[in-house]
Structure formats: structure tokens, C-alpha cells
């Protein structure tokens, strides 16, 4: 029973450790990614930053594109989480308007993360990993619109091409951070939920004679 | 007299030929880059398409670089002339739906094109004219929400916001025909227009616990 024991605690501090110095690598990654590049970042100076050997580094990525993987995956497990968390924790509240409010604060959160992804030398390298999680929360609104649908109100327009245009519209609204750190989460999504709320084109719009005038 | 005259037919005659010789060496870019993709495409298979001599090669481009900015301008130069034709020739129609339906059909007709500008390798060349082109749109569109909000329709909503928010959809829509030619430029339009005009998420729209029930 002594022994039973102190094997579980020994693998126990071995699993902890492993964890540690994978996260520790990870938020090297981050900061050396993301101050330096993908391009011109080294493993050298990632395991320097989380003062980790060459070996110990070997065995938790196979390369440094494996550690901008591992990272991607990471960015998008995170928000998917804090999606998951919104709708566990507000049952009641609409969907879209969640989604779309929980999306933009987590992504804003993690906008130096998501510039990496998104531009620069890496977007090749991450497209998939990018289309996936897009096809991910396309598959989180098609519900709310196909309900919409079933009640009439989107008349004849196809619940899927309106999901996956709401989609793209996120997506991009994302990227609006790359460049400066405004305008604030909260406004975009109010901007958002106004368009889908009501929408902004008046009946009436302007024309273009009335525009040249 | 008669000289002057055959100087100018002289000039004409050399000045139609470089127009010429140019748009045949861009036609034949075109047809490498989005065949064989930018990074494998050489000038020399491009000269052999288009039937042109290396030294006249070099006479209208400087490398293979130079002739994909000229590739994207003409893109972007195209769309943007359909638009300006479209406004020119239909001033009583309102102007968001108008360039709206304009846009995606032109980009659609252009989708080979937009592809090898937006995605892959190029997309980090050409990311300042993608982002001055978005820029040019925006243009556009802001006229027509600050109208919309001057007559009290927008609340307290950003024009501004509102119309990068309508680009962003629209370039990200533009993708769409990357991977698959459907759906159609009118019915990706009708959707936007649909959700552009009167919302496209109800007033009570359900929540998460309708959905899981």
C-alpha cells in the first residue's frame, strides 16, 4: 500500500512537471512568436526564455512549426471553452447575441495570438486549423437560424449561407485588432447586433443621384 | 504635313503595340500564376505563352513580382470601374444594394483571379493593395450610412464602423468561390441584402436552453 502510494505520487509529480514545462514552452512561444516573428524566432531562444533544456524541448514538439500548432490549438480551444462556458452559464439568454458578444471578447483577449494565425508567414501554415474553427462556429448558429426558419422570419434565405456570412463578418471583425487595439469588443458586437437586430439599410436608401447632389 | 502625319501614325502604331504586348504578357501571367501557382510560375514559361522576346519582357516588367502587382491592379481597377459604371448608369437605384450586387458579381467573374491575390503566397505581396482596396470600398459605402443615420435610422451607431463592418462580410463572402463556384453572386447578394435590410436575427431569437430541449 506504501509503495502503491508513493508510485501514484511519484507519476503524479512527473505528469505536473511534464505539464509545467509544456506550458512553460508554450507562453515562451508565445512571447518570442510574437515580439520576433514566427519566421525569425529559434528554438534556441524559446527554450532559453523558458529556461528548458534542448532535449526536454524534443520531447514535447517535434519542430518549431509543431510548437506554433500546439499554440493555434491552444488559441482555439480557449475560445471555444469560453464559448462553451457562456452558453452553459447563461441558458436563458438568446444564442446569436452570446455567441457573438463571448467571440469577440475572447478573440479580442487574445488578439496578439490571432494576429500570428491570421497574417503573416504563418496563415499559410494555419489555414486549415483557421477553416476548421470556422466551420466549428458556423455549426454553433445554424440552430439558432434554422429555428428563425421554422418560425417564418427568414422567409426563403438559407440558414446555413446566413450563418456562414455572420461567420465572415466575425472573422474579419477580428482582424480589426491587428492593426490597433480599438474600437472595444463591446462596441463591435453592439454594431453587429444592431445590423442583425434590424438591419441598417433603410427601405428607402439613399439613391445615388440624392448622394451626388 | 504629310510628315507630321506619318510620325503621329508612327507613334500610334508603336504606342498600340506596347499596349498590346502588355496585355498579352499580363493574360499569359494570369494564366501561369493561377495554373501553376506564383511560386512555381517562371518569366520564361510566362514569355513563351504569350509569344514575347526576354528583352521585351523586361522592357514592361521588372520581375515576376512587378508583373503580379500589375495582375492585382488590373483586378482592383476592374472592380472598381464595374462599380463606378454601375452608379453612372443607374442613379435612382439605392446605393448600398447596388454596389453590393456589383461587387460580388464582378468578383465572382474575377473569383480565379481573387483567389491567387488573396490566399497562398501572394497574399503577404499584396496585403497593402487588399487593404487600400478595402479602403476604397469603405468610401463608398460611408456616404450612404451617415444619410441613413442624418435621417435618425441608425441610432447611435457608427456609419463608420457599420460600412467596414458590411466590407469586411463582403470580402470575406468573396472567398466563398475559393474552393467551389456556388453559391451564385445573386443569391450570396440576396442574403447579405436580405440581412442588411431588415435583420436576419428575430426579436426574441432562442436561447440556449430551447435549443438544447
Same mark, same amino acid.
Given at each position: 500500500?506504501?509503495?502503491?502510494?508513493?508510485?501514484?505520487?511519484?507519476?503524479?509529480?512527473?505528469?505536473?512537471?511534464?505539464?509545467?514545462?509544456?506550458?512553460?514552452?508554450?507562453?515562451?512561444?508565445?512571447?518570442?512568436?510574437?515580439?520576433?516573428?514566427?519566421?525569425?524566432?529559434?528554438?534556441?531562444?524559446?527554450?532559453?526564455?523558458?529556461?528548458?533544456?534542448?532535449?526536454?524541448?524534443?520531447?514535447?514538439?517535434?519542430?518549431?512549426?509543431?510548437?506554433?500548432?500546439? %499554440?493555434?490549438?491552444?488559441?482555439?480551444?480557449?475560445?471555444?471553452?469560453?464559448?462553451?462556458a457562456a452558453?452553459?452559464?447563461?441558458?436563458?439568454?438568446?444564442?446569436?447575441?452570446?455567441?457573438?458578444?463571448?467571440? %469577440?471578447?475572447?478573440?479580442?483577449?487574445?488578439?496578439?495570438? #490571432?494576429?500570428?494565425?491570421?497574417?503573416?508567414?504563418?496563415?499559410?501554415?494555419?489555414?486549415?486549423?483557421?477553416?476548421q474553427a470556422?466551420?466549428? %462556429?458556423?455549426?454553433?448558429?445554424?440552430?439558432? #437560424?434554422?429555428?428563425?426558419?421554422?418560425?417564418?422570419?427568414?422567409?426563403?434565405?438559407?440558414?446555413? %449561407?446566413?450563418?456562414?456570412?455572420?461567420?465572415?463578418?466575425?472573422?474579419?471583425?477580428?482582424?480589426?485588432? #491587428?492593426?490597433?487595439?480599438?474600437?472595444?469588443?463591446?462596441?463591435?458586437?453592439?454594431?453587429?447586433? #444592431?445590423?442583425?437586430?434590424?438591419?441598417?439599410?433603410?427601405?428607402?436608401?439613399?439613391?445615388?443621384?440624392?448622394?451626388?447632389?
Amino acid at each position: 500500500m506504501k509503495d502503491d502510494t508513493s508510485i501514484r505520487e511519484n507519476i503524479g509529480r512527473v505528469t505536473r512537471r511534464r505539464i509545467r514545462v509544456r506550458a512553460e514552452l508554450l507562453a515562451a512561444a508565445h512571447q518570442v512568436f510574437t515580439s520576433r516573428g514566427y519566421q525569425d524566432a529559434t528554438i534556441s531562444e524559446i527554450i532559453t526564455v523558458a529556461d528548458v533544456a534542448i532535449g526536454t524541448f524534443y520531447l514535447h514538439f517535434r519542430d518549431k512549426e509543431d510548437l506554433l500548432f500546439a %499554440l493555434a490549438d491552444e488559441a482555439f480551444h480557449i475560445l471555444r471553452a469560453q464559448i462553451h462556458a457562456a452558453l452553459a452559464h447563461s441558458p436563458n439568454e438568446a444564442v446569436i447575441p452570446l455567441i457573438v458578444r463571448t467571440l %469577440l471578447q475572447a478573440a479580442y483577449e487574445q488578439r496578439d495570438m #490571432f494576429k500570428l494565425i491570421c497574417t503573416g508567414e504563418t496563415h499559410l501554415l494555419l489555414h486549415a486549423r483557421m477553416q476548421q474553427a470556422q466551420q466549428g %462556429l458556423i455549426q454553433h448558429f445554424i440552430p439558432a #437560424f434554422q429555428a428563425a426558419q421554422e418560425e417564418g422570419q427568414l422567409d426563403s434565405y438559407d440558414p446555413v %449561407l446566413l450563418a456562414r456570412l455572420l461567420v465572415g463578418m466575425l472573422v474579419w471583425a477580428m482582424g480589426l485588432w #491587428f492593426e490597433q487595439d480599438g474600437p472595444e469588443p463591446e462596441v463591435v458586437a453592439e454594431h453587429i447586433l #444592431f445590423m442583425l437586430g434590424q438591419g441598417i439599410v433603410p427601405p428607402h436608401s439613399m439613391t445615388n443621384t440624392e448622394r451626388s447632389a
